[in-house]
């Protein structure tokens, strides 16, 4: 890096991280000249200030908005964090943004919140034009008795705006207004922008000052955004496209002048495809219909005749998919039943079309459309007119708009569709909802990519660059990766031949304990606390158990539904406990367990996920894209389960001076797996670095390892257990 590179001015700090130095100047290479990055680093290479560093001086120099975007809430506190210490060297206006749903006074929906903000202004825009015709037609008053014979001309011509717009305020004094909004439009609000840019305020923080001034912080905000320096908010704001197009709208922004940073980018797949995936209810169904029974338009039998020929072919779809007693075991999870066909519609499109009869679907279906639309506006209407306390939400318009994207969309490539079902925990009623199920995330990603000025995609776990690339469809970007950077003596890396957790085996009592037997012995020989994270809740519950037998190992067990700060901070109050969890849950990353909150992990088992429908959906979708047999099964499978076990390692291990043993107990992760097992390794999908960490070893002899490695650093108080 050059001695005048001038991005070195954001780093508050007196010294970047060994390599943190190298990345600044290459992320700032790439970003003047608008490329892309995928930056892999481990805890201690400084990731946030590495790609933020450099990204706000490019933005100053080429007056563009840095937005830097996460999933993670613990990681938003970092974000935060590091922007405060940039203001306290450069200042730089910066504002963490969060969605209207967690800001709002009143609790309303975005489609209320913008009838109540263009009623409280129309209020506010006539009380204002009043108040100036008042002051007009005293001025005139004044005049036409000074004897200005014209003035009282022009009085009485202000005398009758004024009577229209006292009439019209008469008009608008049953509506629903917003007194937070109003305030914000009739009060001086400097203070809050004066107040705002003090300092990098968090949304609470935003909210409270606020509350206590009767403001509606969430406009403020959106008002104060335009031209900032840096946003830190979530995904949606960046991959929703709606949301994307209104909230560079506030930015004052074209896409083209953003530079979009992702933290967690290895998340950005699954989120992607969460956002392109659209449902409908059963219940939508059900209301549009009832709606659609009110109506005495003409184009309410044509609407009918297509939307309850859908809902009549989904509850047909789903219940004749039970077997005996299957109805009865539906839980309040959201459950798929299969209705894919090879090469042919799908089971619930098939039954659609065999019910449906009328003049033609497409007919019908834009006739319900534009009665959809019409109806719409009239519940806007009421709801601005203050007749109704809420703002009615149109379901002939969503239902027909689904089944319309059903029809068009639904046989596309990398789209899936899917019927489930689930059980209303109130009635006990059992309904289902179909969806169109987005396999392929690079059409969300791609042209997101392509719109924005350069990003910067970070994580600990982003390699195989070349499978990110494909995925997520970018082109030719720059990359790089560093590894852990604490000193390497101070953790060793096991690869524990325990016999391989096939799904097959794991109800194999010789198996389960091998396995119990090989937790237990790192539980015994670590000097505090041990994480042991398992393919699912059930074997983290399984083995949970089977540790409590022994009386000497205290238990902690993580369960769905539960809350996790609480059940971690009681577990790094203990010492010399064991913390069982799902690799798949929230413990799994996102979470640090610093200095000796833990001390030990292990991954028991290669914890892929359920295989289902869904899954062999995005395989196959992967499979036709990239043009391989075995391509789905990498991209979709192994390589993400490969990146969550090695997020579960990253949990310990987080400072220089920290001390631990990280174990991956299945001998498909050994070296030797390689040769014995074929394609059940998983060695070769670790990247070269950390396949060169793990060392294999026997489960018997895993004890002794861990009891020479931590006694060698001095890490058992007094004695140390026996082997």
């Known amino acids: 890096m050059s001695e005048t590179a001038g991005y070195m001015r954001f780093f508050p700090y007196d010294q970047p991280y060994e390599n943190q130095r190298e990345a600044m100047d290459r992320i700032h290479n790439a970003l003047v000249r608008g490329q892309n990055v995928l930056f892999e680093g481990a805890c201690g290479t400084g990731k946030t200030l590495s790609s933020l560093v450099p990204a706000l001086e490019v933005a100053h120099e080429e007056d563009k908005t840095v937005v830097i975007t996460t999933n993670v809430h613990q990681q938003m506190r970092q974000f935060i964090a590091e922007a405060r210490a940039i203001t306290r060297e ?182 992607a495809r969460e956002h392109a995936t659209r449902t409908c209810s059963e219940r939508t169904f059900e209301s549009a219909l009832d709606e659609l029974a009110d109506s005495d338009d003409p184009r309410a039998e044509d609407a009918v005749n297509a939307l309850s020929a859908f809902h009549r072919a989904l509850v047909e779809t789903y219940e004749d998919s039970f077997g005996f007693g299957e109805r009865e075991r539906i839980g309040e999870n959201w459950d798929d039943v299969p209705i894919a066909n090879e090469g042919r519609r799908d089971d619930l499109t098939l039954e659609f079309l065999q019910r449906y009869s009328g003049r033609g679907i497409q007919e019908d279906l834009e006739a319900a459309m534009k009665l959809g639309q019409e109806l719409d506006a009239e519940y806007e209407e009421a709801y601005r007119e203050g007749e109704t306390a809420t703002r009615t939400e149109c379901q002939t318009l969503q239902a027909a708009a689904f089944v319309s994207a059903w029809m068009n969309e639904g046989s596309k490539e990398g789209l899936y569709p899917v019927v489930s079902v689930t059980r209303d925990a109130g009635t006990d009623e059992v309904y289902g909802r179909a969806e169109i199920y987005s396999c392929l995330p690079r059409q969300v990603t791609g042209q997101l990519f392509e719109e924005v000025s350069a990003t910067v995609l970070m994580s600990a776990t982003l390699q195989p660059f070349d499978v990110t690339e494909d995925v997520l469809g970018l082109e030719k970007p720059v990359t790089m990766a560093y590894g852990l950077q604490f000193p390497a003596a101070n953790r060793r890396t096991y690869a524990v031949e325990t016999p391989p957790l096939f799904s097959s085996d794991r109800d194999n009592p010789a198996v389960q304990e091998d396995v119990t037997e090989t937790i237990h012995d790192a539980v015994r020989m670590t000097p505090g606390n041990t994480l042991a994270f398992f393919p699912n809740y059930g074997e983290a519950s399984r083995y949970a158990e089977r540790l409590e037998s022994r009386s000497d190992v205290t238990v902690y067990l993580d369960e769905p539904g539960q809350s996790v700060e609480e059940l971690r901070q009681e577990f790094i109050a203990d010492d010399g406990a064991v913390l069982c969890t799902s690799l798949w849950g929230t413990l799994a990353e996102g979470v640090s367990f610093d200095g000796d909150d833990a001390q030990t992990v292990l991954v028991v088992g290669v914890p892929y996920p359920h295989l289902d429908d869904r899954a062999e959906a995005v395989q196959e979708a992967y499979d036709a894209a990239f043009d391989g047999t075995e391509t789905g099964w990498r991209y979709a499978v192994e390589i993400p389960t490969v990146r969550k076990t090695r997020q579960a390692l990253g949990r310990v291990i987080r400072s220089p001076e920290d001390v631990g043993v990280r174990a991956l107990l299945d001998t498909r992760y050994s070296k030797q797996a390689k040769s014995d097992l074929g394609k059940y390794s998983v060695n070769s999908t670790f990247p070269h670095e950390e396949r060169e960490e793990l060392l294999d070893i026997g489960p018997e002899k895993l004890k002794f390892a861990m009891l020479n490695f931590y006694g060698d650093h001095d890490c058992y108080d007094g004695d140390a257990p026996a082997p």
């Open 90 to 271: 450069e200042p730089i206006r910066a504002v963490v943004f969060k969605g209207k749903g967690s800001m709002c006074h009143i609790d309303v929906g975005y489609e209320e919140c913008q009838t109540l903000r263009d009623n409280t202004r129309a209020v506010v825009d006539a009380e204002q034009d009043k108040q100036q015709l008042e002051r007009r037609q005293r001025e005139l008053l004044t005049e036409s008795q000074q004897g200005d014979g014209g003035a009282a001309d022009a009085r009485s011509a202000v005398m009758d705006e004024l009577e229209s717009i006292e009439e019209r305020l008469d008009d608008l004094e049953d509506q629903n207004v917003c007194e937070y909004y109003r305030n914000n439009l009739t009060e001086d609000t400097d203070e809050f922008f004066g107040w705002l840019f003090e300092d990098v305020r968090t949304p609470d923080e935003i909210y409270e000052y606020a509350e206590q001034r009767h403001l509606c912080g969430y406009e403020l905000l959106k008002e104060g955004i335009e031209g900032v320096d840096l946003v830190v908010c979530n995904y949606h704001h960046l991959l929703d496209s709606t949301i994307r197009e209104q909230f560079f709208r506030w930015l004052g922004r074209d896409p083209e002048d953003v530079i979009a940073v992702f933290d967690e980018a290895h998340n950005v797949e699954d989120a």
